[in-house]
Every structure is written in C-alpha cells, then in structure tokens.
C-alpha cells in the first residue's frame, strides 16, 4: 500500500509499505520518519496481517487518530483513510492518489492585464531549495500557533536552504550590550559559530545588509583576525529590523567553499530576516501585554483589599450622629486612609494621606491602617495617638515619604470636640452659617522623632458639623492648570451648611468634577463629614 505523507511545513512525499511493521515516530530510525515537533520519537506503528494493516498507537504523547477518531486499539485502516499523527497527516491508497491528483498549479504571467503564461509549477514538486517554496513556507510558519523560538529556528532553517550555507545564526543585542542567541542551525558539531565583531559593526551601524561571497577577495573585512581565524569563506549578515526596539542580526556562513549569492536569494533571506525581527517584536509586545495583565491583576486584588481595609460604602452612623464619606483613587489603589467609629457616647472620625500615590503610597497605607486600629483601640490615651503611630512609622518609612493624619473625638457630655492634626489640611466647623477653620497642631509624621500633636479642645454642640478632606481635593487642576482650591471648598460648605452630610458632600465632589472638566484626578481625593444631632 502506498502513503502519502502531508507534513505541517507543506512538504509532501509518498512512501510504499513493505510486509513487516513499519514503524512512525520522530525517530531517524523509524520507517515513517516525521520531522514534526509533535510527534513522538516512537508514536505508532502500522502492521500487515491476514485481514489487511493495521495501525497501533504507541503511548505516544499526542495521540493518533484515524478519520478523526483516537487510536485506542489496533485498528484496521483502508484505501481513504487519514492518520493525524502530531501535525502531520497520513493518507492511505485512494486518498494519497486524490490528494496527489489536486496539486495547486500556480501560472506566472509577464503581464498582469493580458494574463499571458509563461510557465507553470506545480508547488508541491519544486525543490526543496526552490525560492517560491521557501517563501511558501515561511509565510506559514509566521502563522501557526507557535513558540517565537521556534518560529525563528524554522525561519533559519528556510535561510539556510534558500543560500545553501552551511550555518547559521539569529541573535539579538540586549539592552546591557549583551548577545543572546536565539537560534543556531549547524551542519558541524565542532565549529563554534560566532559573529565577528567586524561584521556586527558594519551591519548594526550602518543598518545594511552584508555579504561577502569570499573573504579573503574583501580587503576591509580580512582584516578581521577573527574571521580568518575560523576559516570562514563566505558569509551574509542583515539586520532583523530597522526599529530601534529590536536590535538584531541574521547571519549565515560557509566555511568549505565560496558562495554565489544571487539578487533573489538576498532579496529573500533580507525578507526573512524581516519575518524573524517581526516575530521577536510581536513576542516582545506579547510578553509586555502578558506582564501588564497580571500587573493590572495584582493592582485589582490589592485594590479589593485596600476597599475592604477602608469603612462600606454606606457608613452606619453612630447614635446621635451622621455622617457621609467619599473616597476615590487617582490610580487602582491609593493612599487616602478615613476611618468613622463610636467612641464612648459619641463618635470619632480620622483621615490620612500618604504623601506620593499608587502601589508604594497604598502599602504604607495598609501598615497605617494596622497600627492606627491597634493604638484607637488600645489603652493609649488619644493625647499620644499620633505620636505613637509617628514613632512606630519613623522606622520604615522611605526619607522621601511621610503621614498627614487628623483625627476628632466628638464628646456629647462636654460639648466639645477634641481635634489632633499632624500636618494635614485644615478641618472646618460649621456652627449654623459660622464656619471655623482650624489649622494643623503638629508636624507631619514620619520625619521628626520629636512629637507633639498638640489635642485642641473645641466647643461642639446639636447640629454642629465638622468637615476634613484630603489634599486631592483643593488641587485637583482645570484646563487651565489653576487649582480648585480652599476657598471654594468653604463656599460650598457655606451654601449647603443647612444639608444633610450626605448632600453636602456630593455638592464638593460635584463642584469638583464640574471644575476639573476633562482634566484628569490629580490624587487620591477624600472627604468626610461628621454631623451631631442631638
């Protein structure tokens, strides 16, 4: 019985089965030699019996599959049948003849509107070393589904063949100076293939292609003792892109004799030089949008803890109270830290900003929010809050970062607020249309081991609001660049002083977005509003 052997690289050749076994595998060894990346050294075997053959899997890696369906068992196969091993396909009697029979016939013309032949072939039976068939080929091996490594090895192998060179090499320059080497085909086990430092030079300097047919009839790169000192005869360099971003070089010698190169075989090992830079850039871009996933990935999950290291949305106010909150990142995490609690008989509210932002600031964040919930819930009086905190973060924090921080204690039974501000912005309180602005009592934590937050009392009855925000704020910028600012922050406080905390914090965050127009969030902006009832 005669096969047909269809393999992945559009090669076809026809094999007659002998009585016997006839073995398929990647094996050199074997009958049916496939030089397929998938198919297993011994995947299966076919076998003449009484009945007619038979085909057997081997434990192979990938399977066999006849017509479509798993080789689970010996299995007979007819005139028509197809065997899938790896990627490579089988065909038996009939079908080899039918296949061999609807050849693709490609007609060249010398006019293009006339349609005149001048000749035709038959694709599948040019040479091996036939330029139409190598660039066939090449053009299918940049669309499979493949490693970039891989593609380069198989677009070499086809450069090799199309100059009928004995060597050859791809490699690329990192960005350090450095060589790697991406793929080698070498016909000698014993010859060290290296790329002149001369000829590296003239073909990335001048971005050219270069080809030296004898080395010893070119004056200028003779003079390279390298070259001469492996006995190279002939060889052809091209830079594997003319961007900047990918740095590369296709080379090709023979050291057992002088090469002719003709203008089609350069024009098409220059195109395939082009193929192997284009496949190292779509592997670089892949790799880049791969890492920018899983960043974005890790980004996402940080950010779902950040959300849940900060109040719910819905802030459920302590008796006697209300309040309202709004937080949103400049990026996918931040640094604002707030935090609303019931203290005693009354209530407390805190917020912080990490100076910088994004995934170093939203990490402090996550130690500060520690260490905060530890020292409000502990046995520290709130004289010391901020000094404690100040002392615990001076031992970690960068020299380039540092804590704004404010927090207020309200106390019913006092009538009275009790107010600590590292650094921060001013808080506001709003008694009816009065509206005070109370400045920072302390430095900045995170630089200086000497702390005093300096607590301030002040008078706070029914209906007063107090009203903190981050600097995200007052600097969130217009087209113009001229910052949204304080003052506008106080005017709206005092429109909508008589407003539930709620609403008069949606109209600064609304007065916010109007101001900033298309201009992105600048930081992370945060704002709290704590109100007293009764």
Known sequence: MDVTIHAPDGRRWTVSLSEGVAVIGRSRDSQIHLPDQY??????ELEETPEGWLVRDCNSKGGTYLNGRPVLEPTPVHDGDRLQVGKTQIL???????????????????????????HSFRTLETP??????????ASR?????RTADDT????????VRAVNVERGLIAVCEPDGSWTTKAVVSE???????????????VLDRAETLYLEDIIEDEDIALANSIVRQGIRSVYCAPLSPSASTRGLLYLDSLTRRVSFTESQLELVTVLAGMAGLTLENDSARRAAEQARALQAQLSAAAEIQRRLLPRSELPSPSGFRVAAHHRACQTVGGDLYDVWPHGSGAGLMLADVAGKGLEAALIMANLHARWRGVRGGDVVPDAWLEQINGDLMDYLPD?????MTFALAVPERDELLIANAGHLAVLIVRGAEIESLPATGPVIGVFEKFDSGLRHVPFGPGDLIVVYSDGVPDQQNAKGAPFGTERIEEIVRRHARETPDELVAAIVDDVERYAGVMPQDDDLTLLALQRLS
Do not use: W
Not at 39 to 44: K, N, Y
């Open 39 to 44: 198919v297993s050294r011994l995947h299966a």
């Open 92 to 118: 038996f009697g009939d079908a080899s003849r039918r296949a061999r029979s609807q050849e693709t016939i490609v007609s060249v013309t010398d006019n293009e509107f006339r349609g005149v032949p001048l």
């Open 128 to 137: 091996e070393t036939g330029l139409a068939r190598i660039m066939m080929q």
């Open 141 to 145: 091996e940049m669309t499979k589904q």
């Open 152 to 159: 380069l090895h198989a677009l070499l192998e086809l450069a």
């Open 188 to 202: 000698s086990e014993f010859s060290e293939l290296n790329i002149s430092q001369a000829v590296r030079s003239r």
């Open 400 to 404: 380039n970062r540092f804590v704004t």
